[in-house]
C-alpha cells in the first residue's frame, strides 16, 4: 500500500521561502513520478510541478517557475519542494502525490495523495 507523508509548511512572508517534504513508502520510489498540487478552499486541487523517476522531466506551473523547485532523492524514498520568493497568493494546502512512469497535470489521475501541508504567506 502507497503511504505518502508529508512534512514542512507554515506560515511566512511574502518574499520568505518554505520547504516541503514528502516520504513515500510501499512503492519501487525509481519508478514513481512524483507532483505536487495545491488546493484553495472551494477551488480543484491545480498541478505545481512534478519530476520524473530517475530526476528527469521536471515540468512546474507557469505562475511558480524560477520560484520554487522540485527535487527527489530516490535512497531515501523522498520528494521536496523548494519555495523561495512567495507570494500571498501561492497560500494553498500543498499535496504530494505520485503515480508510475509519467506525471501529469491533473489531479483525477492520481489515487494516493499525502495529508496535505498548509502553506500560508502573508503580505
Known amino acids: 500500500q502507497v503511504q505518502l507523508v508529508q512534512s514542512g509548511g507554515g506560515l511566512v512572508q511574502a518574499g520568505g521561502s518554505l520547504r516541503l517534504s514528502c516520504a513515500a513508502s510501499g512503492v519501487t520510489f525509481s519508478t514513481y513520478a512524483m507532483a505536487w498540487f495545491r488546493q484553495i478552499q472551494g477551488k480543484e486541487r491545480e498541478f505545481v510541478a512534478s519530476?520524473?523517476?530517475?530526476?528527469?522531466?521536471?515540468y512546474y506551473h507557469d505562475s511558480v517557475k524560477g520560484r520554487f523547485t522540485i527535487s527527489r532523492d530516490n535512497a531515501k524514498n523522498m520528494v521536496y519542494l523548494q519555495m523561495n520568493s512567495l507570494k500571498p497568493e501561492d497560500t494553498a494546502v500543498y499535496y504530494c502525490?505520485?503515480?508510475?512512469?509519467?506525471?501529469?497535470?491533473?489531479?483525477?489521475?492520481?489515487?494516493?495523495w499525502g495529508q496535505g501541508s498548509q502553506v500560508t504567506v502573508s503580505a
Open positions: 519530476i520524473g523517476g530517475s530526476g528527469d522531466s521536471i
Open positions: 502525490t505520485g503515480r508510475p512512469v509519467v506525471a501529469v497535470v491533473v489531479a483525477p489521475a492520481y489515487d494516493n
